[in-house]
């Protein structure tokens, strides 16, 4: 009995979040490609590379990570644990305006995660309770819906809010990180301004991707609301309203 509640709960999360999810970044993915085909003989006027446009970044801030190349299509990513930019060789020996604006875009993770007042730390910090409360929901919708209890689906909706306060902490985080990758090209002079408005274009195109996973994550927190009663789920909700209102206890 539990493997097959196992089971029914990792069908409902491929259901109601994974499939939805996947669709809509495959949708935003392919926009992004687009975007890339079509700017992809728009190159810098000092002919860098991206590997060279995120060295440079890197350098001049003063900070010591390391460069790392990788296979795949859109694989780039920055491991905060090794401090390591790892752009895909297209990326990392690729002249376009595309190419240098997500190098700069991951050498913007690393200035975000080397100080301390960043969108970084706040995502990074939050991103076990997220992802916890993204393994709970579906347990406590099912024990919700099987004991008709509106307790049970008030925590699967408190634990799903959990992991979406992730995703816009994400979506901050990459908006952000995308923001520093222009200042920098401009602030030290790897592209001018013309240039600069393709490698925001392919930068806004790349952030559709987590816009399109909230939007998912919406969806699913709609469906997921579907099954409360919120006149029920307000009484079952109102002794606990009044006790966080009553604390701390009067003193006598």
Known sequence: MFWLCVQLIALLRFVVVGFPRRLAALAACTALAVVLWLHRHRHSHQALTGGEVAETILRRNGLRTQLGVTCGWLSDHYRPAEDIVVLSERVFHGTSLGALGVAAHEAGHALQANRLFSTWWPMRLWSPFGLLGLGLCFWAWLLGSVLEDQRWLLAALACFGAYLLFLLLQLACEADASRLAIRELLRHGLVDRAESRVARRVLRSALATYVAASAA????????????????AAEHARPVLDALRNYPPALN
């Not at 994550?217 to 029920?232: K, P, Q, R, V």
């Open 217 to 232: 994550s919406l969806l699913a927190l709609a469906l997921l609301t579907s099954g409360i009663e919120w006149d029920a």
